[in-house]
């Protein structure tokens, strides 16, 4: 199975501050890498699939980029409502289409 | 609007079993393949498996093979995971997700359920 390792785990920033999440495959998964945003009590909601696409509706400061093995979402200005856990998803052709351990993005 | 509705908390004792349903609405239910997701309390994400809508085909993640079972009524547009002998490590919120069916060669789960506790406890 391949294994997805976030980092960090967890970062502290302040509103407006550029936020950058890297997550790495431990085999090639060409662009096949989403990324979810989780909030306490909620479900998780798609925020990039394919790595950079950017998903219906979800604010434009969120981006991704990678490919093969190396991952990155970057939050360009961080509002108080993307205060949350961030986890990266596997999506290839064959699963299990296992996930990143998360992030947590805490205020400063 | 294009929804998941899960059915409620359960409280179960080790060895017991339960079965948690997923009604979706707002679009056609055999369109989109179906996967279930849990979160065990502190801990992350774990895909479960997913069940074609479709043929009703089942694919489950090794680990959960022989102790969970996927079904689907498509009369009602709803999805169910049972979840048999029940360990206290059971205890997690269960979703489930719809794959967006965005590539043939790939998944991104667009519509999730709001979730679904299940406590294992004696």
């Known amino acids: 199975d391949i294994q997805m390792t976030q980092s960090p785990s967890s970062l502290s920033a302040s509103v407006g501050d550029r936020v950058t999440i890297t997550c790495r495959a431990s085999?090639?998964?060409?662009?096949?890498l989403n990324w979810y945003q989780r909030k306490p009590g909620k479900a998780p909601k798609l925020l990039i699939y394919?790595?950079?696409s950017l998903q219906s509706g979800v604010p434009s400061r969120f981006s991704g980029s990678g490919s093969g093995t190396d991952f990155t979402l970057t939050i360009s200005s961080l509002q108080p409502e993307d205060f949350a856990t961030y986890y990266c998803?596997?999506?290839?052709?064959?699963?299990?289409?296992?996930f990143g351990q998360g992030t947590k993005v805490e205020i400063k | 609007q294009v929804q998941l509705v899960q059915s409620g908390s359960e409280l179960k004792k080790p060895g017991a079993s339960v079965k948690v349903s997923c009604k979706a609405s707002?679009?056609?239910?055999?369109?989109?393949?179906m996967n279930w997701v849990r979160q065990a309390p502190g801990q992350g994400l774990e895909w479960m498996g997913w069940?074609?809508?479709?043929?009703?085909?089942?694919t489950y993640a090794q680990g959960f093979t022989g102790r969970i079972v996927f079904s689907l009524d498509t009369s009602v547009s709803t999805a169910y995971l049972q979840i048999y002998s029940l360990k206290a490590e059971d205890t997690a919120v269960y979703y489930c997700?719809?794959?967006?069916?965005?590539?043939?060669?790939?998944?991104?789960?667009?519509?999730w359920g709001q979730g679904t506790m299940v406590t294992v406890s004696s």
């Open positions: 069940i074609n809508t479709n043929t009703g085909n089942p």
């Open positions: 707002g679009y056609t239910f055999t369109s989109y393949a």
């Open positions: 394919a790595a950079s």
């Open positions: 085999q090639s998964i060409s662009s096949y």
């Open positions: 998803q596997q999506s290839s052709i064959t699963p299990p289409w296992t």
């Open positions: 997700a719809r794959d967006s069916e965005y590539s043939s060669s790939s998944v991104a789960f667009d519509i």
